[in-house]
């Protein structure tokens, strides 16, 4: 692809590194709370079923915004849709840092469990519309042989985020005072606010940079030619939930998406793991995350470069991405064992081995949906299967939320033997809900007989 790139311009990457830089602060926001759980459920006196609750409200919120923000931005177009949905996470975002232990509000009483899950569900509602944003776009800006890998790319700034969180919150925030609970928990609101300020500089380089490969006044001629090389012309008009929701393509992508509840697994309860069983604390989280997200970086790129590689040397669109979730499906597993394992490094480096497994299955499920769906059902789709890998999640911190509680860290090991375990099964039912990629036009028939 280099060679290519150097004789027909490189305009769709100044694209991507936007998507590089949203997925980057969309983490760090989204990780913060993660990192600083064990300090915030102790200065605010939570449980773990309160903490569960508080994850709920993202996670609900992030449902409902699947469903809504993948056609919002379907209808509104990349553009303002993406701008959408960052100025709503932003403001959300921000929120936290004012929330206190407790509030009275026309009579009513809110604790600070109730403030931050409402803080939360603004923030899930917004982020719920950066990947059916981010994933349109690619759409847009790339050819189907190449969406994998750019995928992949900006993917893996959900790691860039996740690292720079804890040494940024590391940095910021700390106790004071004597024995640890018993002095104040400072400058916790700072790390919250800063990803306001990142985001306002986001939309600003968004509005002068991003349009439509077709309409930028920018982009070569031989480079337009290049993104729509392996694409047909689609008109404008717009494709309904109604024709989307029946179509089995739609399920196989949305089972698929479940594992999201894996992910959100290490990134909302990684901390609180490391925590309560290798007294981690907020200022020494930062290098096992370092390593965590640096595996799980460099399984992104891996997952999208190698059904790519598949594809140059023949292989179908279906062989090449099935068998390169069977792969990913065959690394996450040894993941089970690290709720029984007394190593800290080694426990730290299963879930980085994990995660660099997920992110590789991740940047392909992603690109089934632009393999099989015309360009203008992508947001809706990948919004379905994101909303179904938000109830998966819900449904997890419930359960584990209700365990810890009762049974103590005897929890973690059914967490962690599901999500060893669960890609393979669910890689067995998306190959009987869709055992051929067989792309569809624009008006969801199939195309062609492609195995």
Known sequence: MTAVTKSIGKYRFRILSM????????????????????DLMEWFHWTNTDYAHIMVAFKIAYAIGMLSMGGIIDRLGTKKGYMLAIGIWSIFGMLHATVVSEVTFLGF?????????????????????????????????FPKKDRAFATGIYNAATSIGAIAAPFVIGAVVWWT????????????????LITGVLSAFWVFLWIKTYQKPEEHPKLGKEELEYINSDSVVESKEKLSWAKVLPKRQTWAFATAKITDAV???????????LADKFEVDIHNIGIPFMIMYLLA?????FGGWLSGKFMRQGWSINKARKMTLLICALIILPVAYVAITESKWLAVVLIGIGAAGHQAWSANIFTLVSDVFPKKAVGSVTGIGGMIGAVAGIVGDLALGEVLDTSGNAGYFWAFLIAGSAYLILLGIVHLLM????????????VNTEA
């Open 435 to 446: 055992p051929k990629m067989t792309p569809m036009d624009e008006n969801l028939n199939l």
């Open 109 to 141: 009483t809110l604790s600070s469990v109730a403030l931050f899950a409402i803080a939360r569900f603004g923030l899930g509602f917004g982020e719920s519309g950066h990947f059916p944003a981010a994933q349109k776009t690619v759409a847009e800006w």
């Open 297 to 301: 970086d460099g399984g992104s790129i």
């Open 177 to 192: 005072g004597g024995d640890r609970g018993q002095g104040d928990f400072m400058h916790w609101q700072y790390p919250f």
């Open 263 to 273: 992910w959100w697994f290490y990134l909302f309860w990684g901390a609180k793991f």
């Open 19 to 38: 998507l590089i830089y949203a997925t980057t602060v969309n983490y760090f926001d989204r990780s913060i709370i993660g990192i600083m759980a064990p």
